[in-house]
Nanobody, 121 residues
Framework: QVQLVESGGGLVQPGGSLRLFCAAS????????MGWYRQALGKQRELVAA???????NYADSVKGRFTISRDNAKTAVYLQMDSLKPEDTAVYYC???????????????WGQGTQVTVSS
């Protein structure tokens, strides 16, 4: 009923930048919190950044001052601008959205398929 499609990952050198994009489509009535999580090899998935429909943001301490999350409510899309990237930012990044659907009228969490970000020289 709801699909999240991500793009923008890739290989970048330390100190470089990438911009991730995620758009939701389907039977969406309303979106609430949208965010980005990441999972490095051998580690648990962790929150990177989240943003409410009103624009309130929350960041992991490890990315504060380097990453910026934003969203377009009209498009049910969320962006993650990643600057000053470090090797420890290497991970699969997943888009997450809390959405109320038209069909069920329930709020549920949806996930994208993940996009690989590799920071290496």
């Amino acid at each position: 009923q709801v699909q999240l499609v991500e793009s923008g990952g890739g290989l970048v050198q330390p100190g470089g930048s990438l911009r991730l994009f995620c758009a939701a489509s389907g039977s969406i009535f309303r979106s609430y919190v949208m965010g980005w999580y990441r999972q490095a090899l051998g580690k648990q998935r962790e929150l990177v950044a989240a943003i409410t429909s009103g624009g309130r943001t929350n960041y992991a301490d490890s990315v504060k001052g380097r990453f910026t999350i934003s969203r377009d409510n009209a498009k049910t899309a969320v962006y993650l601008q990643m600057d000053s990237l470090k090797p420890e930012d290497t991970a699969v990044y997943y888009c997450n959205a809390n959405i109320r659907t038209i069909v069920t009228a329930r709020r549920e969490d949806y996930w994208g398929q993940g996009t690989q970000v590799t920071v290496s020289s």
